[in-house]
């Protein structure tokens, strides 16, 4: 069998229900070559794969999966083959936490400006080690029977418009560009097809972009095509990932989309530029 390798995969170091171990022996399991653990905003969960992925033969792939905004549109940016102890990647992950942290605690603040029963540290404490968002907020809102579900907490309070809602920090695409470049890494845009902006592929190609996402459960047989012709006619690195966020949902996305070992030559090849 041909080596595949599963380039996009969450754990619980962001929003997946998997640690990094469980998913290395997952994929083990499954007969995969390697995999990229791509957390949101996140690279803490690298080196605990690595570990566990030596034990059992796997090769593991530091990336992560940055979150932009241009003005208009939420952009998914992918890092690969990243060096974990960037300085300027650490500095930019501590200030994306920090900002999140800070964004929490101004619409907790807000939310008791408006006489509503809800306090700081029960949302820290919700939150974990995981970056502060409104999930948390509401949740603890329902703990506290201000809600019955989180739906009327988004639509009274937290959502967008919403009295108790704050804006969130972003990165913007060509700050995320940099960061990759100095860690070392190849930055490649995530399921371009469900973000559907591909006049912006050449100005991020201008800007650094090496790579774009082609395999991903999103992307029917068409995006499939579209975005592998594109690749080609830019010369930019075709991958692909299952974007796995563990089996919370009651589906393991795990190795449903994969790539072969050239994909990883053509990563390596594209750092060097
Ligand atoms: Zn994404
Ligand atoms: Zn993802």
């Given at each position: 069998?041909?080596?595949?390798?599963d380039?996009?995969?969450?754990?619980?170091?962001?929003?997946?229900?998997?640690?990094p171990?469980?998913?290395?022996?997952?994929?083990?399991?499954?007969?995969?070559?390697?995999?990229a653990?791509?957390?949101h905003?996140?690279?803490?969960?690298?080196d605990?794969?690595?570990?566990?992925?030596?034990?059992c033969?796997?090769?593991?792939?530091?990336?992560?999966?940055?979150s932009?905004?241009?003005?208009?549109?939420?952009?998914h940016?992918?890092?690969?083959?990243l060096?974990t102890?960037?300085?300027?990647l650490l500095?930019h992950?501590?200030?994306?936490?920090?900002?999140?942290?800070?964004?929490g605690?101004?619409?907790?603040?807000?939310?008791?400006?408006m006489?509503?029963?809800?306090d700081?540290?029960?949302?820290?404490?919700?939150?974990?080690?995981?970056?502060?968002?409104?999930?948390h907020?509401?949740?603890a809102?329902?703990r506290?029977?201000?809600?019955?579900?989180?739906?009327?907490?988004?639509?009274?309070y937290?959502g967008?418009?919403?009295?108790a809602?704050?804006?969130?920090?972003?990165?913007?695409?060509?700050e995320?560009?940099?960061i990759i470049?100095?860690a070392?890494?190849?930055?490649?845009l995530?399921?371009?097809?469900?973000?559907?902006?591909?006049?912006l592929?050449?100005?991020?190609?201008?800007a650094?972009?090496?790579?774009?996402?082609?395999?991903?459960p999103?992307h029917?047989?068409?995006?499939?095509?579209?975005y592998?012709?594109?690749?080609?006619?830019l010369?930019?690195?075709?991958?692909?990932?299952?974007?796995?966020?563990?089996g919370?949902?009651?589906?393991?996305?795990?190795?449903?989309c994969?790539v072969?070992a050239?994909?990883?030559?053509d990563?390596?090849?594209?750092?060097?530029?």
């Amino acid at each position: 069998m041909e080596d595949l390798y599963d380039l996009h995969i969450h754990t619980t170091f962001s929003d997946g229900d998997m640690s990094p171990t469980q998913v290395v022996e997952a994929a083990c399991e499954l007969g995969l070559a390697g995999i990229a653990i791509a957390d949101h905003d996140e690279v803490a969960g690298v080196d605990e794969a690595v570990e566990a992925g030596k034990l059992c033969g796997l090769r593991v792939i530091p990336a992560a999966e940055f979150s932009t905004y241009d003005g208009k549109a939420d952009i998914h940016i992918l890092g690969y083959l990243l060096d974990t102890r960037s300085e300027k990647l650490l500095e930019h992950l501590t200030k994306f936490r920090n900002a999140r942290r800070e964004r929490g605690i101004k619409m907790v603040e807000l939310l008791r400006g408006m006489g509503v029963e809800i306090d700081v540290d029960s949302v820290l404490e919700i939150a974990g080690d995981g970056a502060v968002g409104r999930p948390h907020i509401a949740q603890a809102l329902l703990r506290n029977g201000v809600i019955d579900n989180y739906e009327e907490a988004f639509r009274k309070y937290i959502g967008f418009h919403s009295p108790a809602y704050v804006q969130k920090y972003h990165l913007r695409p060509s700050e995320a560009f940099d960061i990759i470049r100095e860690a070392g890494g190849v930055a490649v845009l995530a399921h371009p097809g469900t973000l559907r902006r591909d006049d912006l592929i050449p100005g991020f190609v201008a800007a650094g972009m090496r790579g774009i996402e082609v395999h991903h459960p999103k992307h029917d047989r068409h995006a499939v095509d579209h975005y592998k012709q594109m690749a080609e006619k830019l010369g930019l690195v075709a991958t692909g990932g299952s974007d796995s966020h563990g089996g919370k949902d009651g589906t393991l996305l795990l190795g449903s989309c994969t790539v072969g070992a050239s994909v990883i030559e053509d990563l390596e090849r594209a750092r060097s530029y």
